[in-house]
């Protein structure tokens, strides 16, 4: 069992609300991710991160925001949700970001935007 | 974009029967992994191939990687009702520091 967690699981929330995803592990790594999956589809990387201060855009654009202030922790912000943002998003960390050793998954949120 | 695609997209066996799943990539990489996903949950890691390795085994898993043809195969032999998730492949890519995903191979193991 992977030590990286995710909350909440599932979300339906209005438009123009503002949400976080968390997002913390506990295995020091220093390299977090955050991909968008949509049911059956492919993992797009929205946002990644090298470690503390750290945050970089991934290849899918995103209306979304990252923070990393902690090692541990990673939180995904939308500032005003709309039903285009409705999706499963993952976050996953790795000891390192050459692709050289696995990445850890959390379970996912899935969001709902109505 | 450096994803890789998965082939087949779908693939439906009887329990026992052997499942073969393809992936193919488009730039140069160091490692290439396969990962496993049940149904609207994260993702497991399987196994990790490096480009200078042709072929690795772990269980009932065995992995082959040509970089000659920017391709991979992952084979699960005598497949299990309990293997029914999606495979995907990852790939790094030569100086890039993220791992890119492909579209995945739906595998449905009938008992």
């Known amino acids: 069992e992977a030590d990286i967690y995710q909350t909440p699981r599932y979300l339906v929330i209005g438009t123009g609300k503002k949400i976080t995803l968390e997002c913390s592990q506990t295995?020091?790594?220093?390299?977090m991710y955050w991909y968008q999956q949509d049911p059956g589809m492919e993992l797009h990387l929205i946002h990644y991160?090298?470690?503390?201060?750290?945050?970089e855009k991934g290849d899918l654009s995103s209306e979304s925001t990252v923070s990393r202030i902690r090692t541990e922790h990673f939180p995904l912000t939308l500032e005003s949700a709309r039903p285009s943002h409705t999706s499963q998003y993952l976050c996953?960390?790795?000891?390192?970001?050459?692709?050289?050793?696995?990445?850890?998954f959390g379970q996912g949120t899935r969001l709902t935007v109505v | 974009s450096q994803q890789g695609e998965e082939d087949p997209q779908a693939l439906s066996i009887q329990e026992g029967e052997n499942a073969t799943m393809n992936c193919s990539y488009k730039?140069?990489?160091?490692?290439l992994q396969w990962y496993r996903q049940n149904s609207g949950r994260g993702l497991v890691h399987l196994i990790l191939?490096?480009?200078?390795?042709r072929e690795k085994h772990s269980g009932r898993l065995r992995v082959t990687l040509d970089t000659s043809k920017k391709s991979s195969s992952l084979l699960i032999t005598a497949s299990r009702a309990a293997d029914t998730a999606s495979y995907f492949c990852?790939?790094?890519?030569?100086?890039?520091?993220?791992?890119?995903f492909g579209t995945g191979t739906r595998l449905t193991v009938i008992p």
């Open positions: 191939i490096r480009s200078n390795e």
């Open positions: 991160s090298y470690g503390v201060n750290s945050t």
């Open positions: 990852a790939t790094d890519g030569t100086g890039a520091n993220n791992l890119f």
């Open positions: 295995m020091g790594h220093d390299k």
């Open positions: 730039t140069s990489i160091n490692n």
């Open positions: 996953a960390s790795s000891a390192d970001g050459t692709g050289g050793t696995e990445a850890f």
